[in-house]
């Protein structure tokens, strides 16, 4: 799966910029919490990364991110903060439906697969893959754009060593958020995104269109 990603953050650098309709270069930081078996961790993730979008004949458009990760697990008891790293992969399918000239309603899903290794301890193995909708408003003004969503998620993971496995799911599944782009040009903006409820994140993007 590693050299997977790899092979896709090279192909996300290398393919011509005809090959798709928009680029993103992002940099992300989400806490959560996690239920394992008997008890529950928090998460703190840094995500970075590209993503391409491209259109379909439709106003559907599909997607592909890749990129690395930074994971703090953080147990509940005083004790020290399990680290990890490794990289994900990341296909998702959107629909924006203008209503007017000014408001357009999006609908977002999305399926992300991570894996990685425990720092100095590379037999401590994780993965798990993440399931998410998002659906909300977005509103046109001037150069900047507002968009307030809803989202839900559901992670399902384990953390696999020589001798056990442990299994994890997302303790709470939905929340909401905001996302305010800023048009630097016509085709580039800034984006950034902050959500709030079972996944506290924080997010920019640099994003190109073609």
């Given amino acids: 799966m590693a050299r997977f990603n790899l092979f896709v953050l090279l192909c996300l650098i290398t ?7 928009g680029i993103s270069a992002f940099l992300e930081n989400a806490e959560s919490n996690w239920s394992f078996t008997p008890d529950e961790q928090g998460s703190d993730i ?23 990760f930074e994971l703090r697990l953080l147990p ?29 309603l999006h609908t977002r899903l999305h399926y992300q697969y991570h ?24 509103l046109e003004l001037g150069r900047f754009s507002l968009q307030p969503f809803a ?5 399902d993971g384990d953390i696999t060593t020589p001798v056990q496995t ?22 580039a903006f800034i984006r950034l995104t902050a959500t709030a409820g079972a996944r506290q994140m924080t997010a920019i993007h640099f994003v190109r269109q073609y």
């Fill in 15 to 21: 393919l011509p910029a005809s090959a798709w309709s």
């Fill in 46 to 68: 840094v995500f970075y990364g590209l993503q391409i979008e491209d259109r379909t004949d439709s106003p559907l458009r599909v997607g592909v991110s890749a990129g690395q």
């Fill in 76 to 104: 509940s008891q005083l004790q020290v903060a399990q680290r990890y790293s490794g990289k994900f992969i990341s296909f998702y399918l959107r629909l924006p439906q203008p209503l007017n000239e000014q408001i357009s």
């Fill in 115 to 138: 894996q990685g290794e425990r720092s100095l301890q590379a037999s401590e193995q994780i993965s798990w893959g993440e399931t998410g909708l998002q659906l909300g408003l977005a």
């Fill in 151 to 155: 989202y839900w998620r559901s992670v």
């Fill in 166 to 187: 442990r299994l994890f799911q997302q303790s709470d599944s939905s929340g909401y958020g905001l996302k305010l782009d800023y048009s630097v040009e016509p085709s």
